[in-house]
């Protein structure tokens, strides 16, 4: 077995320290591959070719029709790819192959055909006059860019971020989490075949200290990060010392509210995806369910029996919507969790423990817990497992002050058969996304937080507004065309 050395400016490269990490597949615990981690001296040249080829500028000077057609060619490359891919992302993570073929290989190759459409219809420049002198507003690639990702979106996480960037004229220095470090560098291999100059992106899977030498390098201008609330806030406050950007996609802990009179049977099986994709392990995975108090054994009766009936076992199977957990540490983490709920008096319905006969792996059983009031633990913490919570309510205000109810403001959904009410309620929910009836978000739309899950947003024109700067040029009024 070789091991994966670091992306460097656009080619394969040699680590300068000795750090390597081991990718164990979550699903029978066999080493999948071993990874050079990057040191801060790693991270400090990935920054520095970063740097260099910005103020060199082919990549920034170069017409948006060129950088367009860059990221499109790179898509056709990973879309090549996507069976090898997607049967590498599955064993890194441990999430159903039929999910990694559907939408984590998928949906990157989107965003970069999304982002090549979006700049090369948009007019980076625009005169504004309010009649007696006359500015152009220009919009400008905001520098290098240091792009943090958790392990849960091992190519998607990091795509969201690039392309955008890389549309704008940005550089970019990715650095992925140690778990999944595997099928983030084909979109290093397929930017660099597809003409990328060399310098502008870097890829290097690392630990926290590498990690913290990019978060603090003076040269890195702008910091798009997603993963844990914890880490965003440490990152803003280091961003804070030298006025970097920042955009943060952070944690969530959403609610789904059952309206009264909601179909109960078509609301449950079109919720519990919303919830256990990616084994829970998903920013906006619609974890509280908030249910009229009258309607509590009916649906309490539907989603147990919709749980009972995921499957769970070996990710490559195509029966499987249940796979284990991308590791130890997020298996212990979800277990505490359910011991937590008991130990604070919720009723475990469906699931608690870790089945004995899937053999080695890190396995939880989808999770249903009853009994849960807003103020426990597993309803205010994000437990980022196939775990989801039922909560009673007396009436729609109270329904709307306990989804309102928490620090974060991800996500949500409201069911109920009247779309119009649907969206009376979703407008009262402080959330970026809401879904009415379980409707998917459309594509180009803007995805982010409000509250503690984040600070701008990512996906849609939004997305790329994230890396450019605007400058205002004013001219002698009457010289330049209106
Ligand atoms: P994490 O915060 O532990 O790690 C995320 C990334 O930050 C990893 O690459 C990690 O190595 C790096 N990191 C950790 N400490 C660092 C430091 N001091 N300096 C620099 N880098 C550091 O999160 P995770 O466990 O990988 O991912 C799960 C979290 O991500 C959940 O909270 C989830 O909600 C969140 N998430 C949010 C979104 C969203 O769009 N809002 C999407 C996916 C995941």
């Known amino acids: 077995m070789t091991t994966q050395q670091l992306w460097m400016g656009g080619r394969w490269e040699d680590s300068a320290g000795e750090n390597v990490g081991e990718v164990v597949n979550p699903a029978g615990l066999a080493t999948v591959a071993t990874v050079q981690l990057a040191n801060p001296a790693d991270m400090d040249r990935a920054v520095g070719l970063a740097r260099e080829s910005f103020e060199q500028g082919e990549w920034r000077e170069t017409s948006a029709a060129a950088r367009a057609a860059v990221l499109r060619d790179a898509a056709g490359l990973i879309e090549k790819r996507l069976p090898e891919l997607a049967r590498t992302l599955t064993s890194e993570l441990g999430c159903p192959l039929w999910f990694s073929e559907r939408a984590h290989v998928p949906n990157p190759v989107r965003h970069l055909r999304y982002y090549a459409d979006l700049v090369e219809q948009r007019d980076f420049d625009e005169v504004r006059t309010d009649g007696t002198n006359t500015s152009i507003v220009v919009e400008e690639p905001v520098g290098v860019v240091g792009a943090i990702t958790p392990w849960n979106g091992p ?209 939880v059983q989808p999770t249903l817990l009853t009994g849960v009031t807003n103020a426990m633990r597993v309803a205010r913490e994000e437990i980022f497992g196939p775990v989801m919570s039922v909560i009673t309510y007396d009436d729609l205000d109270d329904a709307v002050r306990i989804a309102n109810d928490s620090p974060y403001g991800l996500s949500g959904s409201v069911w109920g058969g009247d779309v119009a009410e649907g969206v009376a309620v979703a407008r009262r929910v402080r959330t970026g996304m809401v879904s009415v009836n379980g409707a998917p978000q459309s594509w180009g739309t803007p995805f982010g937080g409000f509250k503690q899950s984040g600070v701008g947003r990512e996906m849609g024109p939004e997305g790329l507004l994230g890396y450019l700067e605007k400058k205002s040029i004013a001219v002698p009024t009457g010289s330049h065309p209106a």
């Open 155 to 363: 190519l998607s996480s990091p795509t969201i971020k690039v392309a955008p960037a890389l549309a704008a004229g940005c550089s970019v220095v990715v650095k992925p989490a140690t778990q999944t470090p595997l099928t983030v560098m084909a979109l290093g291999e397929a930017l660099a075949e597809a003409g990328l100059p060399a310098g502008v992106l870097s890829i290097l899977p690392a630990g926290r200290d590498a990690g913290e030498a990019l978060i603090a390098h003076p040269e890195v201008d702008k910091l798009a990060f997603t993963g844990s609330t914890q880490v965003g806030k440490h990152i803003m406050r280091t961003a804070a010392d030298r006025v970097a950007r920042v955009t943060l996609e952070l944690g969530g802990k959403s609610a789904a509210i059952v309206l009264p009179g909601a179909d109960v049977e078509a609301m449950a099986a079109a919720l519990i995806p919303m919830a256990f994709s990616v084994n829970g392990q998903l920013c906006i995975s619609q974890s509280r369910v908030l249910v009229p108090r009258s309607m509590e054994s009916e649906v309490t009766d539907a989603l147990a029996a919709a749980v009972q009936a995921l499957v769970v076992g070996d990710p490559m199977a195509p029966e499987t919507f249940i796979g284990p957990l991308v590791s130890r540490a997020q298996q212990e983490t979800v277990k505490g969790y359910i011991d937590v709920a008991r130990t604070e008096g919720a009723t475990v319905a469906v699931g608690g423990s870790a089945p004995d006969e899937l053999g080695e792996g890190f396995w």
